[in-house]
C-alpha cells in the first residue's frame, strides 16, 4: 500500500534560519505530492504540490522538488518566519486509489523570534 | 463561497452516545471525504465519497457510517461512540475525476471530546 514519512518533530529554528523538513514516500502507482499546513486551530490549507518528477511546487517561500529517484518530497525555505509557524504535513495522492490522500504523520515548526 | 463548512466545532459525547457531524461544500466537487487526526499520526482517512449515492470505507471505518444523497451534504455518523472516538474530524472535497488537479480543500475541524 501507500505511505508517506516524515522527519518527527517539533523542529524549532530561530527567525531568518533555513528550513529542511524531509519527507519519503512509497506508493504503487505514479502519485502527486502535496504538503499542506495547519495553522493553530485551523484546518489544512494546501501549501504547494507537484505531479510529475522533477516538478518543483512552490509557494510563500517554500520549496519541494519531485524526486522519483528518491521517492522524496523535502520541504525547504531560505529563511523563516515567526508566522510560519505550524504543522506541515506531507501527503501523496494516487490515481490507483481514487484519489485519496494518504498523509505523513505531520512536523511541528516552531520559529523563535 | 463559503468552501467546505463543518458543524459543530467542538462536542462532547458520553460512551455509547450517537450524533452526526455535518459536512457541507457549495464547491460541487464530486468527491468528499473524511478524516480524522490524532497525535502524531497525521490524518487517516474514515470513508469517502466519489459522488451521490456513493460511497466507501477508507483506511478507519469501524464505528462510522455514511450516506451521500446530495452533491452538497457528507454527514458522518457514529452509531454508539467510544473514547477511542475522541479525535478531531476533518471533511474534504475535490473535483473530480482529477488526476492532476486533485487538490483537497478541507474544513475547519470537529473536535470531539466522548468520555
Known amino acids: 500500500g501507500n505511505s508517506v514519512t516524515q522527519m518527527e518533530g517539533p523542529v524549532t529554528l530561530s527567525e531568518e534560519a533555513f528550513l529542511t523538513i524531509n519527507c519519503t514516500y512509497t506508493a504503487t502507482g505514479y502519485p502527486s505530492l502535496f504538503w499542506y499546513v495547519q495553522y493553530p486551530g485551523e484546518g489544512l490549507q494546501l501549501l504547494l504540490k507537484a505531479t510529475k518528477a522533477d516538478d518543483k511546487g512552490s509557494n510563500k517561500g517554500f520549496e519541494a522538488t519531485y524526486r522519483k529517484e528518491t521517492t522524496s518530497f523535502h520541504l525547504e525555505k531560505g529563511s523563516v518566519q515567526v508566522s510560519d509557524s505550524a504543522v506541515y504535513f506531507c501527503?501523496?495522492?494516487?490515481?490507483?486509489?481514487?484519489?485519496?490522500?494518504?498523509f505523513g504523520g505531520g512536523t511541528r515548526l516552531m520559529v523563535k523570534p | 463561497n463559503a468552501g467546505v463548512t463543518q458543524t459543530p466545532k467542538f462536542q462532547v459525547l458520553k460512551t455509547g452516545q450517537s450524533m452526526t457531524l455535518q459536512c457541507a461544500q457549495d464547491m460541487n466537487h464530486e468527491y468528499m471525504s473524511w478524516y480524522r487526526q490524532d497525535p502524531g499520526m497525521g490524518l487517516r482517512l474514515i470513508h469517502y465519497?466519489?459522488?451521490?449515492?456513493?460511497?466507501d470505507q477508507g483506511e478507519v471505518p469501524n464505528g462510522y457510517n455514511v450516506s451521500r444523497s446530495t452533491t452538497e451534504d457528507f454527514p458522518l455518523r457514529l452509531l454508539s461512540a467510544a473514547p477511542s472516538q475522541t479525535s478531531v474530524y476533518f471533511c474534504?472535497?475535490?473535483?473530480?475525476?482529477?488526476?492532476?488537479?486533485?487538490?483537497?480543500?478541507f474544513g475547519p475541524g470537529t473536535r470531539l471530546t466522548v468520555l
Open positions: 465519497s466519489v459522488g451521490a449515492g456513493i460511497t
Open positions: 474534504a472535497s475535490s473535483y473530480v475525476p482529477a488526476g492532476v488537479h486533485n487538490e483537497q480543500f
Open positions: 501527503a501523496l495522492s494516487d490515481r490507483n486509489a481514487g484519489n485519496m490522500l494518504t
